[in-house]
């Protein structure tokens, strides 16, 4: 695992290919989708590789790697096809510190980094897992998380005096060191858990100790009522009870 990390990480720091060769990069996908498909595979032959009526990120003849960045609820289908004839990872890259920068569409010029005040950790990958979180379970599913810090680039093309409203969103180019945390087992989800969880807790109570906010509260404690790590427990009030079993 040493040596798979030091890969990742000088992957991260060089993070260049060539973009077009065999048509990676074209047809909508952003270069750090393309790139992971690239670090993944053992060479071109195991790239988009129809399996079925899916296609495969990479598949070298054995297991599927796939990459996916947003959107989980349309991976479940596919997942669940190739999870009953090989076994998968699913690789969720996701920033932990995003530094946001503006270019004016107008002159080419950009903005200095400014970096964004939300922060990602493990947990916050519980909101996107929750759309496969049946799946959790399985035995030959892996799931990668890779944490990154982020430059994002942005047109200043929106509405509004700032025109940042509704702008489009151009690169995401990664910066600095990866983190890897491999989810293969229960007791690896477990870990995830803050040391300072108390006995029992509500909902709120879990989102002011991980630092989850608004739907991914509930998501994260759905995820991980469904991998049997957390129970309803009676309520407090209004609010419902849960513990660690």
């Known amino acids: 695992m040493d040596a798979y990390r030091q890969k990742?990480?000088?992957?991260?720091?060089?993070?260049?290919?060539?973009?077009?060769?065999?048509?990676?990069?074209?047809?909508?996908?952003?270069?750090?989708?393309?790139?992971?498909?690239?670090?993944?595979?053992?060479?071109?032959?195991?790239?988009?590789?129809?399996?079925?009526?899916?296609?495969?990120?990479?598949?070298?003849?054995?297991?599927?790697?796939?990459?996916?960045?947003?959107?989980?609820?349309?991976?479940?289908?596919?997942?669940?096809?190739?999870?009953?004839?090989?076994?998968?990872?699913?690789?969720?890259?996701?920033?932990?510190?995003?530094?946001?920068?503006?270019?004016?569409?107008?002159?080419?010029?950009?903005?200095?980094?400014?970096?964004?005040?939300?922060?990602?950790?493990?947990?916050?990958?519980?909101?996107?897992?929750?759309?496969?979180?049946?799946?959790?379970?399985?035995?030959?599913?892996?799931?990668e998380l890779l944490l990154f810090d982020l430059d994002e680039y942005r047109l200043l093309d929106g509405y509004g005096k700032s025109k940042k409203k509704g702008s489009t969103l151009g690169e995401k180019i990664p910066r600095g060191e990866p983190e890897l945390i491999r989810l293969e087992t229960i007791e690896d989800y477990k870990a995830l858990l803050p040391k300072d969880l108390p006995t029992e807790f509500t909902a709120p109570q879990f989102g002011k100790l991980t630092g989850l906010r608004g739907r991914s509260v509930y998501s994260a404690i759905h995820v991980l009522e469904e991998l049997g790590i957390l129970q309803a427990q009676g309520t407090q009030g209004r609010a419902v009870l849960y513990c660690v079993r």
């Not at 260049?16 to 990676?24: Q, S, T």
């Not at 569409?105 to 903005?111: F, L, N, Q, R, V």
């Open 8 to 143: 990742l990480v000088r992957f991260f720091e060089s993070f260049a290919f060539p973009a077009e060769e065999n048509g990676i990069g074209t047809l909508g996908e952003k270069k750090l989708h393309a790139a992971l498909k690239r670090f993944y595979a053992k060479d071109s032959t195991c790239l988009e590789v129809p399996l079925g009526r899916f296609v495969a990120d990479v598949f070298d003849g054995e297991r599927v790697v796939e990459i996916q960045t947003r959107q989980f609820a349309r991976l479940e289908k596919k997942l669940r096809f190739f999870l009953e004839r090989y076994p998968v990872t699913v690789v969720y890259p996701f920033p932990r510190t995003r530094y946001l920068i503006w270019t004016d569409p107008a002159t080419g010029e950009t903005s200095r980094p400014r970096k964004s005040p939300k922060i990602g950790t493990p947990l916050t990958a519980l909101h996107e897992l929750y759309h496969i979180r049946t799946l959790l379970g399985v035995e030959t599913l892996t799931v």
